[in-house]
């Protein structure tokens, strides 16, 4: 052996065993074994550029794939829990953590504010409240009137009068509404999912036809007392159409009609009071292309486009049709807008028969244009495909550079808010969309994150904006826009956690240098009156890092309540894939630039141990979705005891299956196309299921799913952690999931029950695997 190579194992053998030595030996294989779980002999083929030819992949665990009541999937997840108790009984104090978390959770949580002025009624406020310690929101409707008599004590009452309960959907509490929208006749529509699915089922009653528990007779899906319009299989494209009563919506296609699990959409019109069996489809399903589609329409009822995408970068081709002409069938004459999917689309809103929308057309950072809708064009065609025309599109809003126009919404005649992407944070500006010029930016005075952006449309001039911080909960602000322009803006709400003090709290942005040299911004939070920068502290280190998203700064009940009551330090990590310097970024980690994310996410936690912010083996590595799938791949390609334990929560750590499910070629644009040779070599360099390495020890890790995840099947979760304890049977380091059967994939803390018992399990873990105590 090479005396270096020799020298640099012997090091790194000694690291391992001091550390290994420093650890409390909280996990013994000899008194918890793993459970035995089958393998099976399955392999998939893939080809590979690299190995110039096709690569056969082994997948032992395969049969874990199966429904999650199946007898033998059942006996798998009874085994794990069982295992995961048994670790979880050490944690002597679970009751009191699990208290101090519910306490985080116990404050009114007020949501969606809208003002809405419909056509026949007078302008009105509608919000949800989920009251301190219920699990399911309860709907409000409010007079100007009496919001502005709320505002003067801080809605220390939900002010006026309950129009539909949550908790009167289904009698098990499953059901919960996940959208709405208002006719401006005064109807409401609802879309309802059961236990947090992503396809769900629209429902109708008006906004009279109060559905509380001082009204209800019966339970029926829907909920009693609503009209009698049910339209399943919805994914959530809506939009109201008041020249015809009804509206468009948009269904994923019925699996059993597709060749390839990544079913697609159509675009179908509903009627009130028809039955849904009698729905028009105006947009036939594209099943080679895949697509999925999203509408709109203009408030004068003229114009219906539709724009349809297979991945998640939006690319998507777009079509418009106008209804003024033309009865509404599935044979109506069609003119393309843009015709074939090399430009993302979103729309902004049609105004004086343009159509402005969201494009990034030389514009990665995305500008907004518009096209003059002229139906001289439009003819009749078997499919929209055949439509080849393109609109010649005119700039309205440029591009700013590292800076993303990352969503719009509707308001005020012709105006519309843009949330931009700056620094890390979300930044809301108001444009006037037919001179493009810009109106004000808004400002909150606070590092925290945009939850929320709601406005009813052009025929609104208030919208409201939901921020939050990592130790604040929501606070609304309200933005009014006069006649003569004028912006002005208030703070209509703010929400307060019991026995926390925000102001105790500083933020402080900072940077770290990644493998490549590139700076990545991350932020930290801690309690201003702890010891700073003694090198013995936890970190609970935060990412995302995919779709140019943010998760800076946000408000997590777990976290905050961490926060409160360890001595530590809270960090959001500016990975790229994700969008803290605009698209630029987001692209320099995405597809087959993933290593990029994973190096980030490693060069903080390194030089937060360095900086003395964090001690060496406790950062904690903490992750979502694609954020728990890169919690993983970073606990197994850094050196070892660069992490002290991962929180990865709904992971899809068997990519591979993910891309054979419901949405998988959905997830092409931002990891890559496993059919392809050359994304695939890159996908198998970090998908973790496939990059086990028995030779190098696994963090402790707590893998969480839910039963009803319909974006990332739990099997993720069940076949990595078979594989990793069958490769690690003697692991000193627990490696355990948690499975909650009843919750699904973008919602995991919505329910306070399931969030306290899912906070309540990571912060016991996080305790017996650091070694850490809580403050008192
Ligand atoms: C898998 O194949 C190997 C050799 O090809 C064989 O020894 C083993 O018994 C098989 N296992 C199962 C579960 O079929
Ligand atoms: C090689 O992999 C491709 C892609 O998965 C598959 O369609 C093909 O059947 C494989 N070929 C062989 C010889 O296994
Ligand atoms: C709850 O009830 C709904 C019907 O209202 C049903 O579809 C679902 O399976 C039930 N869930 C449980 C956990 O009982
Ligand atoms: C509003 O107008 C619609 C018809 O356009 C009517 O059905 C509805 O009852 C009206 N609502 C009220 C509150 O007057
Ligand atoms: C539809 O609504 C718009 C504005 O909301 C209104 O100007 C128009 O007259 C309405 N059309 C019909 C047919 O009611
Ligand atoms: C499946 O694919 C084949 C070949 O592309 C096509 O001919 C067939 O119509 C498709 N079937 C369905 C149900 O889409
Ligand atoms: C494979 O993917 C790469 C991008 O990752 C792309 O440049 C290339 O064109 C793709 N190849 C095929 C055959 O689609
Ligand atoms: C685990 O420990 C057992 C018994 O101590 C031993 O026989 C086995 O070889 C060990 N396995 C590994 C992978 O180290």
Not at 24 to 44: A, C, D, G, H
Not at 76 to 87: C, N, R
Not at 154 to 172: H, Q, V, W
Not at 434 to 446: D, E, F, P, R, V
Request: one cysteine or more; proline letters at 4%; glycine letters at 6%.
């Amino acid at each position: 052996m090479n005396k270096t190579i020799f020298l640099i194992f012997l090091v790194a053998q000694l690291v391992h065993f001091v550390a290994g030595w420093n650890k409390l030996p909280y996990w013994s294989t000899k008194e918890t074994p793993f459970p035995n779980v089958r393998r099976v002999n399955k392999t998939w083929s893939y080809r590979s550029a690299k190995a110039n030819g096709n690569v056969t992949l082994k997948d032992p665990y395969f049969w874990l794939e199966e429904p999650i009541d199946t007898p033998e999937v059942k006996q798998f997840i009874d085994s794990e829990l069982s295992l995961t108790e048994k670790y979880m009984a050490k944690c002597k104090n679970y009751n009191a953590i699990s208290q101090s978390i519910r306490d985080v959770y116990d404050y009114d949580e007020y949501g969606k504010i809208y003002y809405g002025s419909l056509r026949n009624r007078s302008s009105f406020y509608t919000y949800t409240l989920r009251l301190a310690n219920e699990n399911l929101r309860t709907f409000y409707i409010a007079s100007p009137e009496e919001i502005e008599a709320a505002k003067q004590n801080n809605f220390a009452k939900p002010p006026g009068k309950k129009f539909l309960s949550e908790s009167l959907l289904s009698e098990n509490g499953t059901a919960t509404i996940k959208q709405f929208a208002y006719s401006d006749t005064g109807l409401f529509v609802y879309y309802v999912v059961e236990t947090d699915a992503y396809v769900g089922t629209w429902y109708v009653r008006t906004l009279d036809s109060v559905l509380t528990s001082e009204t209800t007779k019966k339970i029926v899906p829907g909920g009693d007392g609503r009209m009698s319009d049910v339209i399943p299989s919805c994914d959530g494209g809506f939009s109201w159409n008041n020249v015809t009563s009804g509206f468009f919506y948009s269904q994923i296609n019925d699996p059993r009609t597709s060749n390839t699990t990544d079913v697609g959409s159509k675009i179908r019109f509903h009627k009130i009071g028809t039955p849904y069996e009698k729905d028009i489809t105006i947009v036939q399903p594209d099943t080679d292309a895949g697509n999925y589609w999203s509408v709109d329409t203009s408030d004068d009822g003229k114009w219906l486009v539709v724009w349809g995408y297979s991945s998640a970068d939006s690319h998507a081709v777009a079509y418009a049709t106008c209804l003024a002409d033309q009865e509404l069938s599935e044979k109506m004459k069609w003119f393309s807008v843009s015709p074939s999917n090399d430009y993302m689309h979103d729309s902004v809103g049609i105004l004086d028969d343009y159509w402005y929308f969201k494009i990034d057309k030389d514009a990665i950072d995305h500008k907004v244009v518009k096209v003059k809708l002229d139906a001289s064009k439009a003819r009749q065609v078997s499919k929209l495909r055949d439509l080849t025309d393109r609109l010649p599109m005119i700039e309205v809003i440029p591009t700013r550079r590292n800076s993303d126009l990352y969503f719009t919404s509707p308001i005020a005649k012709n105006k519309a808010a843009f949330v931009y992407t700056e620094k890390g944070q979300y930044v809301v500006y108001i444009f006037e969309l037919s001179t493009g010029k810009q109106l004000q930016k808004l400002q909150t005075g606070q590092d925290g994150n945009l939850n929320g952006v709601y406005s009813t449309g052009f025929g609104s001039d208030v919208l409201i904006l939901k921020y939050s911080t990592t130790v604040s909960p929501f606070t609304f602000h309200r933005i009014k826009i006069d006649q003569s322009d004028k912006v002005t803006q208030d703070t209509l709400l703010i929400t307060k956690v019991k026995n926390s003090n925000p102001e105790d709290y500083i933020t402080e942005a900072l940077s770290a240098t990644s493998a490549d040299g590139t700076k990545v911004p991350y932020f930290i939070i801690y309690n201003k009156k702890q010891k700073k920068r003694t090198g013995t502290l936890p970190c609970w280190l935060h990412f995302y890092g995919f779709y140019g998203f943010l998760e800076n700064l946000n408000w997590e009940e777990k976290i905050a309540s961490w926060l409160f009551n360890y001595e530590g330090v809270v960090a959001f990590a500016g990975v790229r894939g994700g969008g803290d310097n605009g698209q630029e970024w987001h692209l320099a980690g995405a597809r087959n630039n993933r290593q990029k994310t994973w190096d980030d996410i490693i060069a903080v936690a390194q030089e937060m141990v360095k900086q003395k912010i964090c001690a060496p083996d406790k950062v904690i590595a903490h992750g979502s979705s694609g954020g728990g799938l890169a919690a993983t791949v970073a606990a197994q390609k850094a050196p070892v005891n660069t992490f002290g334990a991962i929180l990865a929560d709904s992971a899809p750590v068997d990519w591979l299956s993910l891309t054979r499910s419901f949405a998988g070629s959905f997830q092409i644009s931002e990891f890559g196309d496993p059919y392809n040779s050359t994304d695939f070599d890159q996908i198998i360099s970090w998908d973790p299921y496939l990059n086990v390495n028995p030779k190098k020890p696994m963090p402790p890790i707590l893998l969480t799913t839910g039963g009803t995840d319909d974006i990332v099947s739990a099997s993720n979760t069940f076949k990595f952690l078979a594989l990793i304890q069958y490769s690690y049977p003697n692991s000193t380091n627990p490696l355990l999931m948690q499975f909650l059967s009843q919750t699904g994939h973008n919602t995991l803390t919505n329910n306070v029950d399931i969030g306290v018992n899912l906070a309540a399990h990571q912060h016991c873990f996080l305790q017996l695997a650091l070694g850490i105590q809580r403050r008192n």
